[in-house]
């Protein structure tokens, strides 16, 4: 108040040496001392020969043809051409629902931020499967009209990237809740769409193979180990002692023991453990095997989430008179899971690499597969060729499963500012 | 005053946590409609313990409490009804931080009380204006300072639209510029003849606003009485004690 206190100043945008250049930057990262520099260029060095001498065997010396010929196989496995059209519109309706879905969230963007309709991240994305639409299905020496086939499908989900980009606005947010419920939904059909059944004419699973058979195994797994996860982490911190022990004695006894014994194991004593027709034949009982591999980790992930939450929520929860049903269902749980996401997805993630183990049962899956055509005499000695196919393909659905749940994250995360 | 004019009435609350120790020992306490107490006493007194039991966030061995004329007893359908009907402040505002501010206020009145979301939000915020924060409504807690944070669980507890309001320390986590402003917000509550019982050692607020003080030690209360006689003329030993302490 007196006279003789300086006024307060008002903020000033950064000076330009703060806003470095590219270049300056560029040079402050790799060049800032001598021995920066040295190890900068060595390093450089020995990537650029590395990236020289792939792309040469790579677009040189490979020989693709192994891959060329056998993409159904790789794809689907041995399942019936007459009755591929199933694969092909549940391909389609999955692109669908993914553009929707896409588009609906940019044009809903959280209640407190402001959020752009096309961010950066899209696209590049879009760019990325444009690309991919393009490029890919030529070098595959796919026929024209599957050609044709992968770049309307790949249309169809920009289109509707773009459609419920646009126009999603208008559908009330509160309808909004129940998008995640068309994915559970998609599968259950996709289901029957692959093995038939309702009309539609049976596909044992022995026929199914390739990355479907993958992809399949993989989700299947995850979806059914998330609430066997849940269950059993809750379970572990029940007050009810007979409830405690049996998870424990789950977690333990599937922790304690390689994935490929409980998969051997699973061939011949799952038949008698769950009921008939749950297990039916060797492709179920794998299935089934890695669920519950599965579930007992997620359930450590989860219990980890539970244990962040802060008591004072939970009896923040209940003295507003939620049950404890409510509490954890409103308030523990969305905490608890939105903490275990990235250990959930490391889980999915290793979980999808460990369908490999599947060929060693005899399962014809990617790897399965791979063995199979590299075994055949016309393309011995390809093995670089199919094991880096393989490579790419699992990386490329990893990549996505990680993106994916970055992505999830940043929005789920209160405390993430808008950028 | 109506028929039973008595909100809280606490008889010989007897309280072992666990591991043996003996946390409350025969207290005593009465509270009535449109009261407001003030407990103080030194730190590990048992004061969080006592008015957590008020709505079963603690159990308690022997002795009777009865809130509002239902007795608290290990009925499940009891304890849920005394917890719609007490509020609690926190002194860590136990916000839930993955909501936003209205959706804190709403959660409690849809999902227990089955009210339509609407109507709920209107009268949130409603409860946000009376409490000096509506243009918060959309953010998250973690977007909020701690004084606009106690606020927001002050409104959160009135949603339920409680007889009872139980504050824990509810300014002990707040630095010391944001303290007016929530105590600012109980006096008003308090002037609107809301029964309260306040944990605080904010000796003004209890000054100004309690009808009568209460002095907890060692699991016991020492000494009632009305601010003016309590602050002035404290009748036992470990008050003079305590009072020389924090004044
Ligand atoms: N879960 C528990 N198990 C065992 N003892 C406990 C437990 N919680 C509290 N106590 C003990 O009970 C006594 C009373 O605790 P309480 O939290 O009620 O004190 P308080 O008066 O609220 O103190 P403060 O002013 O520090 O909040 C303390 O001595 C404390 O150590
Ligand atoms: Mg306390």
Redesign the pocket.
């Known amino acids: 108040m007196t006279s003789s206190s300086p006024p307060l100043l008002p903020p000033r945008p950064a000076p330009p040496s703060a806003r470095r250049s590219w270049r300056g930057a560029l040079r402050q990262e790799l060049f800032a001392t001598p021995l920066d520099g040295v190890i900068s260029v060595l390093l450089l060095a020995a990537l650029l020969a590395a990236g020289v001498g792939f792309w040469h065997w790579a677009f040189r010396q490979a020989q693709w043809a192994v891959i060329q010929a056998n993409t159904t196989l790789f794809a689907v496995g041995r399942y019936p051409l007459p009755q591929q059209w199933r694969l092909w519109l549940l391909v389609a309706l999955a692109a669908v629902t993914t553009g929707a879905s896409w588009g609906l969230l940019r044009s809903h963007p959280r209640a407190d931020r402001s959020g752009t309709l096309w961010p950066f991240n899209d696209l590049v994305a879009i760019a990325v499967l444009a690309f991919l639409a393009a490029w890919l299905p030529a070098a595959l020496k796919l026929p024209v009209p599957l050609q044709l086939r992968w770049w309307a499908i790949t249309a169809l989900l920009l289109v509707l990237r773009g459609v419920a980009g646009q126009w999603g606005g208008l559908v009330p947010r509160r309808l909004l809740r129940f998008l995640p419920l068309f994915w559970p939904a998609l599968y259950l059909f996709g289901m029957v769409l692959i093995a038939g059944g309702l009309g539609v004419p049976r596909v044992p699973p022995s026929e199914w193979g390739g990355l479907l058979l993958t992809l399949l195994m993989a989700s299947f797994a995850i979806l059914l180990s998330f609430p066997i996860g849940i269950v059993v982490a809750l379970g572990r911190r029940s007050s009810l002692p007979l409830l405690r022990w049996s998870s424990v004695l789950y977690i333990e006894f599937i922790r304690g023991a390689p994935l490929i014994t409980l998969l051997f194991l699973g061939q011949n004593i799952l038949g008698y453990m769950l009921p008939g027709g749950w297990a039916p034949d060797r492709v179920w009982r794998a299935a089934w095997v890695l669920t519950f591999f599965c579930g007992a980790y997620l359930a450590e992930a989860v219990r980890a989430g539970l244990a962040a939450v802060p008591v004072g929520q939970l009896e923040a929860a209940r003295s507003l008179g939620l049950s404890m049903p409510q509490a954890l269902r409103h308030v523990v749980l969305p905490q608890a899971l939105q903490i275990a996401l990235p250990a959930t997805v490391g889980q999915f993630i290793s979980l999808l690499q460990d369908t490999t183990l599947l060929s060693l049962i005899g399962l014809l899956e990617l790897l399965g597969t791979a063995r199979t055509v590299m075994a055949n005499p016309e393309f011995l000695g390809k093995n670089a060729e199919v094991y880096l196919t393989l490579a790419v393909l699992f990386w490329c659905c990893c990549a996505a499963l990680g993106l994916g749940s970055r992505a999830l994250e940043l929005r789920l995360n209160p405390s993430h500012s808008p950028t | 005053m109506a028929a039973s004019p008595l909100m809280i009435e606490a008889r010989g609350v007897q309280k072992w946590?666990?591991?043996g120790?003996h946390?409350l020992r025969g207290v005593d306490l009465s509270v009535s409609r449109g009261e407001v107490v003030v407990i103080m006493?030194p730190?590990?007194?048992?004061?969080?313990?006592f008015i957590r039991t008020f709505n079963a966030l603690e159990d308690f061995q022997e002795g009777t409490i009865t809130i509002d004329g239902i007795a608290l007893s290990n009925d499940l359908r009891n304890i849920d009804a005394i917890r719609c009907d007490t509020g609690m402040v926190f002194q860590q505002f136990n916000l839930f931080p993955h909501l936003t501010v209205l959706e804190n206020l709403s959660l409690a009145p849809v999902v227990v009380r089955k009210r339509r979301r609407a109507e709920v939000e209107a009268q949130a915020l409603g409860l946000l204006e009376r409490v000096g924060i509506a243009e918060q409504a959309g953010k998250y807690p973690g977007q909020l300072s701690g004084g606009q944070q106690q606020r927001v669980a002050i409104a959160r507890s009135l949603c339920m639209e409680p007889r009872i309001l139980l504050f824990d320390?509810p300014t002990s986590a707040l630095d010391p510029e944001m303290v007016g402003e929530v105590l600012e917000v109980m006096r008003a509550l308090a002037a609107d003849g809301m029964t309260m019982v306040v944990v605080t050692h904010e000796i003004g607020f209890a000054r100004e606003v309690a009808h009568r003080v209460v002095l907890m030690s060692e699991g016991q209360i020492v000494e009632a009485a009305a601010p003016t006689t309590f602050f002035t003329n404290p009748q036992h030993e470990r008050s003079r004690q305590f009072l020389a302490q924090i004044l």
């Not at chain 2, 730190?43 to 313990?49: M, Q, R, V």
């Open positions: 946590y666990p591991n120790f946390a006493g730190s590990g007194s048992g004061k969080s313990t320390e």
